[in-house]
Each structure stands twice: as structure tokens, then as C-alpha cells.
């Protein structure tokens, strides 16, 4: 099995460029062309905000490995890519296919998009409300925007101060 920081290794040395997407001002900066979009994950049953919060600790990871220097690809985060794609009227799906998908990642001006769902998620939430997780597993996909390519899927599963363990090499094929 492989942690979550090892999927985010071989992604960067496969799609790292120079240039960064991530702003507060989401309207004005998500256009900048990227590497890496993280879409909302489609929620588990009965956790309507699981979706958003595993999408927003993937992009706080690939973030924080940015600010210690480690070579991570350009990244519109669920948030600003949200906030963006609402502000032109697109609608993307909670549930999609690769297809639509890869449709809101080229919307955002993104090379890829990272894509899937929260299949099992336990609350852990704090005591002043902060969104936690004590169990979670999820199925992500890797797609390359233009041409509707899977470069990469596989599930995992974490507990909360533990990173995600993959059952296969994340993007070993890629």
C-alpha cells in the first residue's frame, strides 16, 4: 500500500510546471492555465459534506507541500474551482463520468483533474464544528482534461492523523 504523498509524488514529477493557480480570488484566478483541478468528491450516503471536506485535505496537503518547497504541481482547489464554474453558470454533477469530469477540469483551464468519490466516511467532527473524519474511504480517478483519459484510480482508505494507503502504486501506468 501506498500513502496519499507518494500519489502526489509521482503526479508531480509527471505533470509539475512552473506556474501556480491557487488565489484567494478565485473569480479572477482559477483562468490561469494548471495542472491539477480537484473537483468536489461525490459524498457518501448520509454525509452530505463528506465530499468537501476530503477534497478540501487533499488540496491543504499538495498546498502545504508547496510552501515546503516540494515540487507540486500548479492546483485550483475545490473551493475556488467551485466558486469559478458557479460563477459562469456551469453545473457540474455530483455523480459524473469521465466525460463531464474531464469537461469541468478543461472549464477551469486544468491539464488534469482529480475526480471520485467518498464511499465510506465516519464524522469526526470537533467541538466547535470544525468538519473531521475518524474513518474514510475513497475512489479517486486521475483524468487528463483533453483527451477523457484515466491515468491513474484506485481506492484508499484513512484514518483521521493518518495518510491515505492505496491498494495499488498510485499513476504507475501513467
Known amino acids: 500500500m501506498v500513502m496519499i504523498r507518494a500519489l502526489f509524488y509521482v503526479l508531480t514529477a509527471t505533470l509539475a510546471t512552473a506556474s501556480s493557480a491557487y488565489a484567494d480570488d478565485a473569480i479572477r484566478n482559477v483562468p490561469t492555465p494548471s495542472c491539477l483541478a480537484i473537483l468536489e468528491l461525490t459524498p457518501a450516503t448520509g454525509a452530505p459534506e463528506s465530499g468537501k471536506v ?3 485535505i487533499l488540496a491543504r ?3 502545504s507541500r508547496r510552501e515546503k518547497g516540494s515540487m507540486v504541481p500548479s492546483l485550483v482547489e475545490r473551493r475556488d474551482g ?7 453558470r456551469i453545473v457540474v454533477p ?3 463520468d469521465v466525460t463531464t469530469a474531464a469537461a469541468a477540469g478543461l472549464s477551469l483551464q486544468s491539464a488534469t483533474v482529480l475526480d471520485g468519490m467518498v464511499t ?6 470537533s467541538s466547535s464544528g470544525e468538519p473531521g473524519f475518524v474513518g ?3 475512489a479517486l480517478r486521475l483524468i487528463e482534461t483533453k483527451s477523457r483519459r484515466v ?3 484506485d481506492t484508499g482508505r484513512a484514518t483521521s492523523g ?3 494507503r492505496f491498494q495499488q502504486a498510485p499513476l504507475a501506468e501513467v
Open 94 to 96: 455530483a455523480r459524473r
Open 120 to 125: 465510506e466516511y465516519v464524522d469526526g467532527s
Open 162 to 164: 493518518t495518510a491515505f
Open 136 to 138: 474514510v474511504e475513497v
Open 151 to 153: 491515468l491513474w484510480e
Open 54 to 56: 476530503i477534497a478540501d
Open 61 to 63: 496537503e499538495l498546498r
Open 82 to 88: 467551485s466558486a469559478y464554474l458557479e460563477s459562469r
